[in-house]
């Protein structure tokens, strides 16, 4: 099932997309979607990981993201991997697609959620590309805060 947070029920995150990017903008768009799919989704069944945007004749399409069939489904079940259309502002789509434009940014999906358990919504970034060695360094950053954490956990009860 999904879980609930302050009005969210997420249903997925996207941690690589935060490991593999450098965030800037983010934005909340809504999802245009089947009626299996939303069903599938209050299962709490969908993942982000290979999940992508692009435009298309103007339009912001949702691609790779796979949300399974519904189980209870029959001949009007939706295909997993099909591509869904985003819905947002005409101004929000120009901004995107002229960061979008410059070389090295793309639209990664970080979060799927349920908004006052209604209304399916994604959270899409624009993003640049880490390199190797950014990586590398936020996972030490990672590991140093964590013994730093784990040191000061163990003066404080001793």
Known sequence: MATKDTGRQVVANNKKARHDYHVLDTYEAGLALMGTEVKSLRMGRASLVDGFCQFTDG????????????????????????RRKLLLH????????????????TIVPLSLYFVDGKRVKVEIAVAKGK???????????????????????YKNLG
């Open 90 to 105: 005409r101004s929000e789509m120009d901004k995107i697609e002229q960061k979008v434009r410059e070389t090295g940014f």
């Open 131 to 153: 390199r190797e060695y950014d990586k590398r360094q936020a996972l030490r950053e990672k590991q140093d805060n964590r013994e730093a954490q784990r040191a000061m956990r």
């Open 59 to 82: 339009e912001l399409w949702l691609e790779g993201v796979h949300i399974p069939e519904y189980l209870q489904g029959s001949w009007t079940n939706h295909s997993a991997r099909r």
